[in-house]
């Protein structure tokens, strides 16, 4: 089966049928095409920063990449099978990364060597640097590190040739360069005040159409304004009604004063001073004192041994009112 029957056979126009998909042709031609792109992968060099150093040290005789059938290493996009990014992608460094793996033939393969590569590293969410390769090209493989050793990049170039076995002619998702149609070109980014990707350029414009708007970013719609009734105004509260009046028990207060009285004989006479004159009618307590009319009074000094009945009665109308 020549290659043009073969590409004729596996077309998105004629797939191959569920019976031919396991027909011993394609199966051995898959196995060969397989073989040949393992045993020759071309990596190009693209070292950026400290992991561009273990790299090297893995083409050196120690490590001898070269068994595993990549020694040649291109200086040109246009020989190369696997572009090894290997180091800190800056926002200035991305554009021509781009550039160049569009100008690599398919079938291409992309590794990101280090943490940098793959996520950033230690300058993540740095104001110019790249937060890992893969937001702007498809990534194969991924080696950890800071940097990542010589058996490391070993073993991550032994997984895509893994990766490459278990490719097959007869799926077009694990060939999609195998078609009809030519493979589209990863959009360049665009430098500027900062990086855009025309991917979303879309996302970009909503954006910025939101912001003219008045719109917090991420608002689909515009809120929906609810609007909020005046308040009524509020009643004027009453006012307090005047306290009652405490009714005062004549005979208890009466009895009161009479003993007061017969205390202050008993002093008297124990102290020789003479005798307090008896209380007049004038000074009986009255029936009904307004509360608010009893406030506590200050009461002058008598001298000793001398009874103040007045004062006598203010104290006794102040604790009834505070009952």
Not at 136 to 157: F, H, I, K
């Amino acid at each position: 089966m020549s290659e043009l029957q073969l590409r004729d056979l596996h077309s998105t126009e004629f797939p191959v049928p569920g019976e031919l998909q396991d027909n011993l042709a394609i199966t051995s031609l898959s196995k060969i095409y397989n073989w040949a792109r393992r045993e020759s992968m071309w990596p190009l060099l693209f070292g950026l920063a400290c992991c561009a150093i273990e790299m090297i040290a893995t083409a050196a005789s120690r490590y001898d990449l070269s068994r595993f059938g990549m020694e040649v290493m291109r200086g040109s996009p246009r020989q190369s099978d696997l572009m090894i990014v290997s180091g800190t992608v800056t926002k200035k460094m991305v554009v021509p990364i781009v550039r160049l793996y569009n100008q690599m033939p398919e079938p291409k393969y992309v590794m990101a060597m280090g943490a940098c590569a793959s996520g950033g590293g230690p300058f993540k969410e740095g104001y110019n640097v790249v937060s890992g390769i893969d937001k702007y090209l498809p990534v194969d493989v991924y080696v950890p590190g800071c940097p990542p050793t010589p058996q490391s990049l070993l073993y991550g170039l032994i997984s895509l040739q893994k990766k490459i076995d278990g490719q097959s002619l007869a799926n077009m998702d694990d060939v999609p360069w195998y078609g009809v149609a030519p493979s589209e070109p990863t959009p360049i980014p665009v430098l500027g005040p900062d990086i855009i990707d025309p991917r979303q350029m879309d996302l970009i414009r909503q954006q910025a159409e939101r912001a003219a708007a008045g719109l917090p970013y991420g608002v689909r719609e515009l809120p929906k304004v609810i609007p909020v009734a005046p308040k009524k105004p509020s009643a004027p509260k009453p006012a307090a009604a005047p306290a009652a009046a405490v009714e005062v028990d004549p005979a208890k207060a009466e009895r009161l004063a009479k003993r007061e009285a017969a205390l202050a004989r008993k002093r008297v006479a124990e102290g020789g001073a003479p005798a307090p004159e008896e209380a007049s009618e004038e000074a009986a307590v009255p029936a009904q004192v307004p509360a608010a009319a009893a406030p506590a009074t200050s009461v002058e000094p008598t001298a000793p041994g001398k009874f103040d009945k007045a004062a006598m009665l203010e104290k006794i109308r102040a604790r009834k009112a505070n009952k």
